[in-house]
Structures are given as structure tokens and as C-alpha cells.
């Protein structure tokens, strides 16, 4: 059977550097921040394009301390996307913040400009909370469109942060993802554009302060002498040696091939979907790390018949996401209003992501379209 993600066959591709350095850590017992570590975080801001890079324990951590040491807490709105992961809101929500979701651009599934500068607006005007930072979101791997999003961020003093989760590897132009915004974040979860075999995850910024404040406060917030001296409070969010020199041959192989793998993949469905379905929409100069394949069907109801012609067929695809941030139980008290959300209550119905990774064979290619076409002949 084919897998969505096939973390398999990366691993048959990698096995004996990958299981080399596992070995390597086990046999040097320098299981926390062991040299990988900074090897890791140098390699990561190289690659990306930013001065530092502060691993830690996951994504949603790496969001969590960034907003920490921008003070960011009680009485302070932070805007993000309404078509994301519940992390993206739940960063802020933990810290106290208000997290306010916006309504997002349906053709890049990305949070929509004018939709975030009115509801920064609308929250002004209602003069309870402070608008403090915009976390846009690299959705199914397409960087945010930040040339608007930092415009809007500096006309009414807001800070940007990019939730590249799903994006590292994206660009617009010559900037890479998590190069943008005043500090960028990604998660290494295993089937993240970048991946590693647990949680894992990374803050990047430009500011050596902010990089000594990151490092402080993912470790209880100790001063950089003295590890019982602690001067903040902070969390315990490391990214663990293992997984760190796990790491390094997959961050070699995503820089190698398999970025434009992924690349291959999705110019394959796009070039013969176009015209059968909605394929993604990549706008000019962007580049997607294709942390998903997201087509759009007419309704509900024509998404279930596909993937359910398409199981029959030993295909598998995932629904990312039913539902919007205004939509989660964990909000209903504060009863976000729906007429606020016309594209993302659109979206959360149409959406279908195909078998997507960076070994996924011509063959397998082959079999997901044909099966799509099928489904429209019938
Ligand atoms: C996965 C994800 C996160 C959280 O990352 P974890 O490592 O799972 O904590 C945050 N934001 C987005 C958009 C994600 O997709």
C-alpha cells in the first residue's frame, strides 16, 4: 500500500549515516546539548539565511518562547491565520495572550492581508486588547505573503512571526523561509518538510540578545554562566542530541535532492490535474517546500466520494483541516462569529491533500492521478 508520508523509504535512502550517527551519540553519552547540537543550529542558520538559530524541544515550543521573550502575555492580541495547525493560536493562548484568528486567502490557503489589517483594526476599536504580533503561517509549505504582511506589521507597530512549521525550505526570491519576519520558528516532526524521529523544533532570529534570551529561557530561564542561577522564568525545551544527529544527513539530503524532489512531485499532479480539480496556487518568485498537496473539490460531499474511491484503491490522503482556529472547542467561549471567516468555513470543506514526499515514485505518481481521473469519468 502507498504511504502519505513515507518516512520508510527516507530511512532506506539514509540508513547507514543516519544509524552511524545514532551509534556516534549512544557511544559518547552526550545525550543533552551534545556538540550536534550547535552543529545542527549552525547549519540551520546558514541554510536559512539568519544570523542565529536556537533549537528546542518542538514547534509549538519554538512559538511559545519567542512570544515569551517579547513579553508577550495577558491583555495582548496576537493575529494568525485561521486555516493552520491549533498551535499557531495556542502559542499565545497559553501565555495568556488573546489569540486572534484571521481569514485567509483561499488560492494560497495563507492568512489574507486585508482581512488582518481589518481585524487589527477591529480590535483597536474596540480598545480592550493591545495588538502585539502576527504570526503568519507557511501553510502546506508556501511561504505567507510577507512582503504585505510586514508592511501592515510596521504601519501599526506590530511584530512578525513566521510560523514556518511547514515551510522550511520555501522561499520568495532569494529569501529562504524562516528568514522572515523578526524571528521565524519550525518544527522537526516527522513528517514536517524536515524531519526527525520525535519532537523536535527551532527559533530563528537575526538579534544576538533576543539569541541569548531563547537560550536562557529554554533552560529555565538560567543565566549563560551559571546553570542554578535562574534570572527568568522559563521552560525546559531542549532539542535532544539524538535527534539533532539525526538531523544532520536529513538536513544534507533536503538541501541535496530532496527539496526538489518534493518539487518534482507536485509539478507532476499539478501538470496533470490542471483542469480535472482547483491544484494549488504558487504565486510568481515563490517557492513551496510542499509539506502537503492540497487539491479542492466542489463540496463536502464530492471529497468524501474521491477519497473513498481512492482508499478503495489502497491511496490515502488526510483532510488538513476540517475545521478553522475560530471553530475549536477550546475557543467556543469566547464565540468567534463565523460571518468573519467566509474562506476558511469554504476551504475546510473543498480541501484534500494527496500522498506527498520527496520518495514517491513515478509510478505511485501515476496511480494517484489516474485514480483522480477515474473518479471524474465515472
Ligand atoms: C506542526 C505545526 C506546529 C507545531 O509543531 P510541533 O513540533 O508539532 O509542536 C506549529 N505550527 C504549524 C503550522 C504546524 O504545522
Not at 549512544?26 to 551534545?34: D, N, V, W
Amino acid at each position: 500500500m502507498m504511504e502519505f508520508h513515507d518516512l520508510g523509504a527516507q530511512y532506506r535512502a539514509l540508513q547507514k549515516e543516519i544509524d552511524a550517527a545514532i551509534a556516534d551519540v549512544i557511544a559518547k553519552g552526550h545525550f543533552i546539548l551534545g556538540e550536534q547540537v550547535a552543529d545542527l543550529e549552525d547549519k540551520l542558520a546558514a541554510f536559512a539565511g539568519r544570523k542565529h538559530c536556537i533549537s528546542c524541544a518542538n514547534g509549538t515550543d519554538a512559538l511559545t518562547l519567542v512570544l515569551m521573550a517579547w513579553g508577550i502575555g495577558a491583555g495582548d492580541a496576537v493575529f494568525t491565520s485561521d486555516f493552520t495547525y491549533f498551535a499557531s493560536a495556542g502559542s499565545a493562548s497559553v501565555l495568556g495572550a488573546a489569540a486572534i484568528p484571521v481569514d485567509i486567502n483561499p488560492r494560497t490557503f495563507n492568512i489574507s492581508p486585508d482581512a488582518l489589517e481589518e481585524a487589527i483594526l477591529r480590535v483597536q476599536r474596540e480598545g480592550k486588547l493591545r495588538p502585539r504580533v502576527i504570526i503568519a503561517v507557511d501553510l502546506f509549505g508556501l511561504p505567507a505573503d510577507y512582503p504585505q504582511i510586514e508592511a501592515i506589521a510596521q504601519k501599526h507597530g506590530l511584530l512578525v512571526l513566521e510560523d514556518a512549521a511547514q515551510g522550511f525550505g520555501g522561499s520568495i526570491g532569494e529569501r529562504r523561509a524562516c528568514s522572515f519576519g523578526r524571528a521565524a520558528t519550525t518544527s522537526f516532526f516527522p513528517p514536517k518538510p524536515l524531519g526527525c524521529y520525535g519532537d523536535g523544533g527551532a527559533v530563528f532570529t537575526d538579534s544576538k540578545e533576543e539569541d541569548l534570551l531563547l537560550r536562557s529561557l529554554r533552560a529555565q530561564g538560567r543565566s549563560p554562566e551559571d546553570k542554578y542561577d535562574n534570572r527568568l522564568i522559563g521552560m525546559n525545551s531542549r532539542l535532544d542530541t539524538l535527534q539533532a544527529a539525526i538531523l544532520l544527513p536529513k538536513l544534507e539530503a533536503f538541501t541535496r535532492y530532496e527539496l526538489d524532489a518534493l518539487n518534482r512531485v507536485a509539478e507532476a499532479y499539478t501538470r496533470e490535474l490542471t483542469g480535472v480539480l482547483v491544484t494549488p496556487y504558487v504565486p510568481e518568485g515563490h517557492r513551496c517546500s510542499w509539506a502537503q498537496y492540497s487539491i479542492q473539490l466542489k463540496d463536502s460531499q464530492e471529497r468524501e466520494e474521491l477519497r473513498k474511491h481512492l482508499k478503495e484503491q489502497g491511496i490515502p490522503t488526510m483532510v488538513y483541516y476540517p475545521r478553522g482556529i475560530h471553530q475549536q472547542a477550546a475557543y467556543a467561549c469566547i464565540g468567534f462569529e463565523d460571518r468573519l471567516f467566509p474562506h476558511t468555513l469554504d476551504v475546510t470543506q473543498k480541501v484534500l491533500s494527496l500522498p506527498m514526499h520527496p520518495y514517491l515514485t513515478e509510478d505511485e505518481i501515476r496511480k494517484v492521478v489516474q485514480g483522480i481521473k477515474a473518479f471524474f469519468m465515472k
